[in-house]
């Protein structure tokens, strides 16, 4: 298929996909209304309608999915992947995988919780420099007689970066707007103060070796992250042993088509081009020097 032809083909299923979710919810109404009149009358004429709408809803959100997930395959991997090597070499992607449990605890930097989802892993080089970058969802579910209660530890994007190895040990960085933040690894770590009290004001920094932490944070990345606070709300970062790790807890999945407007092809490659970008800039904006 060209490209109008496969903008067309995602068009259909994204109608078809938001079709589904409406039956979907309607059923979701007509079971309730069901199981309130057999509650109310005793009638089980209602009961019965209640469970058809309950396999009905079932049925056509299994179908909403089925639709869905065809439809991001086919997004990624024609014009997500496209736009990629334009930017980066050495590119790897991996739609339905993301970032390990093991690699998210590794980097430390939210709470551990009982429901992880990360997707979207995305590996390559740009301007010499390593990096991988995952969507990556932390939450933590506790149910109390017939009360849930669902609390997003973390939802957004994180990135590992490559940098020229040092004897630097591990300093963390959190955004004090940051919620649920991890422990940073395995490590033992003091309280850091800078030299900017503007800076301390807005951040939490703990280092193993506090004099790390100011030659880990040098002014041109100190005024980078305080960027990505401002523009973003919640980040935190983790050096340790030549890898930098950042996490920007923010809402909606990079790289993924908007389900409720229709598919133009210029404007989701621009997005793509947004989404993409965001790597770019972490790296020019740290100064972040490939390894020799």
């Not at 032809?5 to 309607?26: D, H, P």
């Not at 790897?92 to 995988?97: D, G, K, L, S, V």
């Not at 100011?214 to 042993?241: D, W």
Request: glycine share 8%; proline share 2%.
């Amino acid at each position: 298929m060209d490209t109008m032809q496969t903008v067309a083909y995602m068009e259909q299923l994204r109608k078809k996909c938001n079709t589904y979710s409406l039956f979907s919810g309607i059923g979701v109404g007509v079971m309730m209304i069901g199981y309130i009149m057999a509650d109310a009358s005793g009638d089980l004429s209602g009961m019965l309608i209640g469970f058809l709408a309950m396999i009905a809803m079932g049925v056509f959100a299994v179908m909403s999915s089925k639709e869905k997930k065809q439809l991001k395959m086919v997004y990624k991997n024609t014009f997500v992947g496209n736009v990629l090597n334009q930017y980066f070499t050495n590119v790897q992607f991996n739609w339905e995988h993301g970032y390990s449990e093991d690699a998210v605890t590794n980097i430390g930097l939210t709470r551990w919780g009982n429901r992880f989802k990360s997707e979207d892993y995305i590996r390559g080089v740009y301007k010499g420099v390593a990096f991988s970058q995952s969507d990556v969802v932390v939450k933590h579910v506790v149910r109390s007689g017939k009360n849930t209660h669902t609390y997003t530890y973390f939802e957004g994007r994180m990135f590992e970066f490559d940098c020229p190895k040092t004897d630097y040990m591990s300093t963390v960085l959190f955004s004090k707007s940051f919620g649920y933040k991890g422990k940073g690894g395995k490590f033992n770590y003091q309280k850091v103060n800078m030299e900017s009290v503007g800076f301390n004001k807005d951040f939490d920094i703990k280092a193993v070796r506090p004099h790390d932490a100011f030659y880990i944070l040098t002014p041109q990345m100190m005024e980078c992250i305080t960027s990505l606070y401002y523009n973003y709300g919640n980040v935190a970062m983790h050096y340790a042993f030549g890898k930098l790790y950042l996490a920007i807890n923010m809402k909606g999945n990079a790289f993924d088509p908007v389900m409720s407007r229709p598919i133009v092809y210029a404007q989701e490659v621009q997005k793509i081009r947004q989404d993409t970008e965001v790597i770019c800039r972490l790296i020019d904006c740290l100064e972040l020097s490939p390894i020799q």
